[in-house]
C-alpha cells in the first residue's frame, strides 16, 4: 500500500495531476504494445521491490501499466515516472507507413491521447506520473532534483548512440542496490551493441532473457539460472 506520509514523487517533481481535469475518452483506449508484460517486471518487483520506478519510452503506457497493476497486487506503494515525448521514434518517419501510429492531428502526433485513456480505463491515475519530456532534457531535471529510482525502464531510442546515452544518463539515476531493464536486446542489433558496450564501462553482468536484458547497480547482485531470483555472486 501507498505510504501516505510519503510524498508522492508528483509533488517532489511539482508537476501538475495531469488526470485532475482529464475527460476521458474511450475511442482513444488502445491497449498495444511490445513485450510490456515480460515475465521480467514481475521477477524484479518481487525481487527488488522498487517504490520508484523511471520508465523511458512509455508509448501508450502497456509497460507502465503492466508494472503498475503488479505492483499493486503485490502492495508496494510503487509510484512509476513515464517519461516519453509521445513523438515517437525515427521509424516513424523512416519507415513506410508507420506514421500513422502516431495519429497524427494538424501534422503534430496524438499518442499521449492513447496513452492518458489507456491509464485512466485501468485505473492507475493514481501510480502512473506521466513526464512529457526528452530522454536527455528528463534526466538532467531529474538528477538536479535529487531524484533515485529503484528500478528503470529504458525502452526508447534503437539507435546505439542514442541507447548508450540513455543508459549512461538514467544509471545516475538509479539508486546504489536498483536495477536496471533494458528493451529489445537480442531483438535490434544497435541496442543489444549498446547494452553490451555499457555494461562492459560500468563492468557489470547481464542477465537476459529475449528481449529483456538486466544489470544491476551493485556488482554483487545477480540472478539464479531461472531468472527470477537475485543471488549473491562473486566481485573479484
Ligand atoms: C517502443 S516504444 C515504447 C513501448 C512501451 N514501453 C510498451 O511497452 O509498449 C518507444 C517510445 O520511446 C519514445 N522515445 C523515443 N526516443 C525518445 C527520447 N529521446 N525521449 C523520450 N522518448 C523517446 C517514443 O516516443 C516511443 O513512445
Not at 485505473?123 to 529503484?150: E, T
Request: hydrophobic letters at 40%.
Amino acid at each position: 500500500m501507498k505510504d501516505v506520509n510519503t510524498p508522492s514523487i508528483r509533488d517532489t517533481l511539482g508537476l501538475e495531476d495531469a488526470f485532475a481535469t482529464y475527460v476521458f475518452d474511450e475511442s482513444r483506449v488502445d491497449l498495444s504494445g511490445w513485450n510490456s508484460t515480460h515475465a521480467f517486471f514481475r521477477a524484479l518487483l518481487e525481487e527488488f521491490k522498487p517504490k520508484l520506478i523511471l520508465e523511458l519510452g512509455v508509448w501508450k503506457g502497456m509497460s507502465s501499466l503492466h508494472m503498475a497493476v503488479q505492483s499493486k497486487k503485490l502492495g508496494l506503494g510503487t509510484e512509476i515516472v513515464a517519461i516519453d515525448t509521445w513523438l515517437g521514434s525515427s521509424a516513424h518517419l523512416s519507415s513506410k507507413g508507420r506514421r500513422a501510429e502516431l495519429s497524427p492531428r494538424n501534422g503534430y502526433p496524438t499518442l499521449y491521447e492513447t496513452f492518458l485513456a489507456n491509464v485512466h480505463s485501468k485505473g492507475m491515475q493514481d501510480v502512473i506520473i506521466p513526464l512529457p519530456m526528452d530522454g536527455n532534457s528528463a534526466a538532467y531535471a531529474l538528477k538536479r532534483l535529487g531524484v533515485k529510482a529503484d528500478m528503470i525502464h529504458i525502452d526508447a531510442s534503437h539507435e546505439y548512440d542514442a541507447c548508450l546515452n540513455d543508459f549512461r544518463n538514467y544509471w545516475d539515476l538509479l539508486a546504489d542496490d536498483g536495477v536496471l531493464l533494458c528493451d529489445d536486446y537480442g531483438i535490434w542489433a544497435e541496442v543489444s551493441r549498446a547494452v553490451c558496450q555499457f555494461a562492459a564501462e560500468v563492468n557489470r553482468p547481464v542477465w537476459t532473457s529475449m528481449a529483456k536484458a538486466i544489470i544491476c547497480k551493485d556488482p554483487s547482485v545477480g540472478f539464479d539460472l531461472t531468472l527470477t531470483k537475485r543471488r549473491k555472486i562473486k566481485v573479484l
